[in-house]
């Protein structure tokens, strides 16, 4: 059973930083893509960042230069470094993982619960 466990969401103030933290565990042998969306209250769910296997990224217009994703592939975990923080960056920000091969069949994609990030002073 492959599960996502976010971790580092939090209260921020606006300027500031947080990092954010997906392990994928199980019997993981390769995941295609990982990354992150966020969705805030009344709103649809948004790709935040996204990085392949060899390390392509992709990222929201409204974080470039702002937000950086990164990846353990040893780790199947994924990151998203947020610099400069806005309050219209705050929402669950959910990770997936995209293509993943486990021991169960196929290729399957899977979602973490989500972590809350809020940006206020």
């Known amino acids: 059973q492959v599960q996502l466990v976010e971790s580092g969401g939090g209260l921020v103030q606006p300027g500031g930083s947080l990092r954010l933290s997906c392990a994928a565990s199980g019997i993981i042998f390769s995941i295609n893509a990982m990354g992150w969306h966020r969705q805030a209250p009344g709103k649809q769910r948004e790709l935040v960042a996204a990085i392949t296997s060899g390390g392509s990224t992709n990222y929201a217009d409204s974080v470039k230069g702002r937000f950086t994703i990164s990846r353990d592939n040893a780790k199947n975990t994924v990151y998203l470094q947020m610099n400069s923080l806005k309050p219209e960056d705050a929402a669950v920000y959910y990770c997936?993982?995209?293509?993943?091969?486990?021991?169960?069949?196929?290729?399957?994609?899977?979602w973490g619960q989500g972590t809350q990030v809020t940006v206020s002073s």
């Open positions: 997936n993982a995209d293509g993943v091969r486990s021991t169960t069949p196929g290729r399957r994609d899977y």
